[in-house]
């Protein structure tokens, strides 16, 4: 069968194409021998066209292998490998900084969260502890052994003892004047009580002289009197000289703020 004419169409130049491939393929991958390898050769031996792109082929590849490897700078490695610990130091510093910013986080909202738990849990105040415990031991069985059926009356008791009248109206609340009751201590000091009860609960004042109490800070302040909520109570507490004066209840504070709030200035 005749071979193609080499100057044809496109498709006879893309045959041509494909023997000059097929001697460089088996050439390259030392299949000299094959049946493929033969044809294409004879095909190319027939063929000028075919010859000519074999044998520019061939310089080119010899002449691309007799350049050898090529010899990279001497320093290019060092700045390679240079450039990439810049890298990992970089990676490793955002890594760092993104660590110890989520300590900061997490380091503050501990912190957050330990002061509103501090200005939740109530301080722990002896004073008012003590005024609760005697609240909750005298409120049921309170016996006056002074004439105080009146806040007037009860008022005029404590001017006599203490010489202040620490004594209020809360008449406004529902309470009434249970009367009063005084006391010495084991060093003989003297103590006074005051309770006033109604249909909504109960009240103690308790008096004593103390001139080194310190107000606890917070709460409220009304016409001299500090207002507290402590332990499920309400504390009332206010000195007049050296007579201290500290009450205490279930009642709202809200209630006690009413009833100071109409004292006079």
């Not at 249970?178 to 005051?194: I, K, L, M």
Request: net charge neutral; charged share 25%; hydrophobic share 40%.
């Amino acid at each position: 069968m005749p071979e193609k004419n080499p100057t044809g169409s496109g498709a006879d130049r893309i045959d041509h194409r494909q023997y000059v491939e097929r001697c460089l393929s088996a050439d390259n991958d030392g299949d000299s021998d094959s049946a493929e390898f033969g044809a294409a050769r004879a095909h190319v031996e027939r063929c000028a066209e075919c010859k000519e792109m074999l044998a520019a082929a061939t310089k080119m590849k010899a002449e691309t292998l007799s350049l050898g490897a090529v010899r990279a700078p001497r320093d290019l490695r060092a700045r390679i490998l240079a450039a990439l610990n810049e890298v990992d130091r970089e990676a490793e510093a955002r890594e760092r900084r993104r660590i110890v910013a989520w300590i900061s986080v997490g380091t503050i909202a501990a912190c957050l969260v330990a002061i509103v738990f501090m200005q939740l849990r109530p301080v722990s105040n002896p004073t008012f502890d003590a005024a609760i415990a005697t609240f909750n031991k005298m409120e049921p069985n309170f016996t006056p052994n002074v004439p105080s059926n009146s806040p007037d009356q009860l008022a005029a008791a404590f001017i006599y003892q203490f010489g202040v009248p620490m004594a209020w109206d809360f008449s406004l609340l529902g309470l009434s004047t249970v009367g009063g009751r005084f006391e010495h201590n084991s060093d003989g000091a003297p103590v006074g009580y005051s309770l006033y009860k109604g249909d909504r609960g109960a009240l103690l004042c308790i008096v004593y002289r103390d001139e080194a109490f310190n107000f606890p800070r917070g709460g409220e302040l009304v016409k001299g009197i500090h207002l507290y909520r402590y332990k499920g109570y309400s504390i009332a507490a206010t000195r007049r000289y050296a007579v201290f004066a500290i009450l205490v209840t279930k009642l709202p504070a809200s209630d006690l703020s009413q009833v100071f709030a109409q004292l006079p200035g």
